[in-house]
């Protein structure tokens, strides 16, 4: 059947069975009468013939020609060829009239004329017997032959038909008719794929339940059944045959190029190159390897087989089965042994690649010239701490290629039966130990970078210590102008300001000394570290700071004594005007009169004491006055009480000078107009000789004399000839 060469007759619906039956079980046929004058009589009863094929051999047929739309002297044409496609098939043809009386007349007559009876007929027809009979029918009467579910739609009915789909299915039938009829020449063809295919196209046929179908599932299932027994009849010798073969190849291959390609493989990569490669190689093995095992498996399935079909060699069938899953087995268990230790020696090797790099980045640190400049703390901080994170990096990729070389050589030990494991953990042992000297090696370099380093930041740290002294000796000496100026001109504040600046003297001798021991550890850190030396500067700048504190605690103490001769002074006088004033009262009480004469020279020696204590208090007053590191108001503040103090002196010795009377009194006055007349030539308060260049050496007056005597205060005031006498 070529259904190619009547595609386009099947498509135009020239000639095609439904699929429905007449009321007596009689197929369906229909001609298209219409599209007769455009087919030749060969291939219209060559078409006719294939779709008689497509059902069963006993099938009979009711055909249905319309003659609506023909010329009526071409229905001998159509008969004809119904008659010799369709040989002792055709049971009856229901012949659509004319709607014309006069067409359906010569119909008639036409039949008549050609040897066909109407309704019952078994007669002549150019000398050969016809038995089917011919039923002259309108259209609205077709339903009495045949039921109206079992016509086509261009005939009234219901039934569908879609001649695409017809004829791809009656293609596909073709198709595997021919793959049956090649499976049934050469058994190699067979593929397990297209049977696949073909049994569930025979399933889709038997759910249409169309007779067509039905009968070519039926078919089909025939031509399968007949191909499985020849191949069963055909195979049995020829399968022997081809196991044994099979066998012969697959342990040709096992013992010859799948051992010299697994014994070439098996060796220790000593690089990661080499041992990516191994991997790769190791990969195809397997790839191989596992197309072997399929191989086994199907000799096995084979021999399986084999030992049902022919039980008279079921013996020798059985072991050559063992012996071909053994041997795949062993030689698969080699091949997966050699493929996991080539995969753990390619780790350990990356790992032992990344500890050379992380050792080599790290020596490349150790290896920096640092130069003899010193450089800040910050940098040399840095530079420490990414030596640090070298070295740390360093180690943990050391120990993670340890840890690798370890799980290798446990690979190793556990195939150990098919691997020459002495060999293998010999190599592995060389490498470990290689990178564990080199380890220890590039530690000590680290170690003695590091020490380096920090010796570095120690020195940085000294100098910065060293400046922090420094400038701590600055602090000191503005501190001692600012805060230790006199605000407060009694005892308690002199005493107190006393005791603060000890404490501040003893804190500048120790911050100085502390400088003098950070300047000779940075004299030894540069002599270690060969660097650039700046101790002297610094030197130099410590002793600057210390003679100018020095210089200023020498002349705060002066003026501290100054101040502290003044309150002895005025406690001293406080104390003389109190003692004479007893005196003169316990003698006024024993004599009831004292006159001018009485005590005259210690009265007088007071006087002149006073006098000389009023002129230290002015000098001291405009000496604070002059301080203007202070504030106005504090040195207002001190000024007022030296005035007070001085005013309290004179006050007592006037309330003592009062006891005299009034002789006394007189006496005094004449004695003052002399004195006002005739100046009395004071005892000056201190004498100042006055040399070239030289300094000044004051005089203290006898009441700070015997401060000196009575107190231990030894006042060193040295004024130049230009300063004042504080």
Known sequence: MNWQKQRHHVLDRLAFVPGGTDREGNSLLVVSTSQVQECSYENLVSLLALLSDTLPPSTLFTVLL????????????????????????????LIIQPEKFLDQQKINFDLIVSGYTLKVCRSNFEKSIIHFQTVLISMHKLSKFVDVNQLPEQFGGTLGY???????????????????????????RHNLDEDQKLEEFVTRLQTTKRIEDEYAALSLKKSIREVKAREEENSKEGLIKDHTAGVSDFLDWIEGSGEKWLNSLCQVADNVDEAESLVKQHEE???KTKEIEEQSHQLAEMATRLMAACPQVAIVLQKTREQIRDVAEHFAYRVEAQTQFALSNRNFREKVGEFIKKSDQMLEKVCAEDGNTVKPIEELTTTKKE?????????????????????????????????????????????????????????????????EQQQHIQLMTTYGDCDQAIKWLGELKETLHKEYSLSDIDEDAVRNLRNDRQNLDRTAVSTYQYGKQLLSMAKNSERSTMKERTT??????????????????????????????FMATHRQMMERVIEIEKSLRERLRVSGKLNSITLSTERKRLRNDIEELSNIGKMLSAQINADHTTTPQDRQTAMKQISDKIDEVMSAQRRMESLIGEDEEAGSSSSGKEDKHTPRKSRPLSKVPEEEGGDVSPVFPRAVRLLETNEGIAPAIRLSKNESYL
Request: with cysteine; charged share 30%; proline share 1%.
């Open 66 to 93: 319309d003659t609506r739309h023909i010329q009526l002297k071409q229905l001998k044409f159509y008969l004809r060829a119904c008659q010799q496609a369709l040989y002792k098939k055709v049971r009856q043809v």
């Open 387 to 451: 030596l640090d994170d070298s070295v740390n990096a360093m180690n943990v990729a050391f120990e993670a290629a340890v840890d690798a070389g370890e799980g290798t050589v446990a690979k190793v030990r556990q195939y150990a039966e098919v691997l020459p494991a002495e060999d293998m953990i010999a190599q592995i042992g060389s490498s470990l130990t290689y990178i564990s000297q080199r380890q220890n090696r590039h530690n000590e370099l680290a170690s003695v970078k590091r020490l």
């Open 162 to 188: 879609d001649p695409d789909a017809w004829l791809e299915k009656r293609i596909e039938v073709k198709k595997w008719q021919n793959y049956l009829a090649e499976l049934d020449v050469n058994t190699s």
């Open 285 to 287: 093995l397997t790839n």
């Open 536 to 565: 002297e500067e610094r030197k130099e700048k410590l002793e600057a700071a210390w003679k100018e504190l020095d210089l200023a605690i020498q002349n705060n103490e002066q003026r501290l004594k100054v101040v502290e001769s």
